[in-house]
């Protein structure tokens, strides 16, 4: 089963904060802010794809919808003849095809619906990004003209970095939230779908039932 998009995303996103941190060690400054923004880069195109792919996915599903309702239909007049021809067998056989093709349209509609979803949870969380983005940039170039202004002292150096260190800590915290925003999409229910199969041999039953009542009602008023 594909990883959740919400999911992908939030390592993307936690992984390129963890990768900026781990270069406090060897980096600071600028270039530790810099990084950061670029990884923020990075993030929003991985994002982006799952967009498009969400987008991709929404398509397709209606494709089907239309598709397997159009097969439902066909079905359903190949029922309606096997049960003049006196063929019950075949149209209880018409009617099952018929079941299936309608819950397909059902699956599709329920996979149309969570691409939708999923693409607008990630067109949020692209404005989130670029939005974290602008204030980082911001940030840098405030920092970087905080660092022509002040003396190269050690005692400066110390501000300056428990400052990045706050900042990145910020965007950290940032990019948790946004993650939750993005929140979880409900599988299919297990249950619901084992009561599905019960009721299936029940409705094929009743269908047919039906149609010959219809039928037999149509041709007493005929004669």
Known sequence: MAEPFYLRAKRVVSAGIESALDHAERASGTSLMREAI??????IEKVRGEHEEALDRQSQAVGQQKLSA???EEWLGKVQ???EKGREDLAEAAIMQQMEFEAK?????GQEASAKTDASRLDGLLEE???????MEDELAAFEKMMSENSATSDSKSKSDRSVDRKVERAEATF???MELAGGVNGTSKHATEIGKMQRHSEVEERLAAMKKAMKAKGGKSK
């Open 38 to 43: 670029r990884e923020v880069d990075r993030a």
């Open 70 to 72: 159009q097969r439902a």
């Open 81 to 83: 003849f096997t049960l």
């Open 105 to 109: 349209v059902k699956h599709f509609k």
């Open 129 to 135: 990004l670029a939005a974290r983005k602008a204030v």
């Open 176 to 178: 948790d939230r946004t």
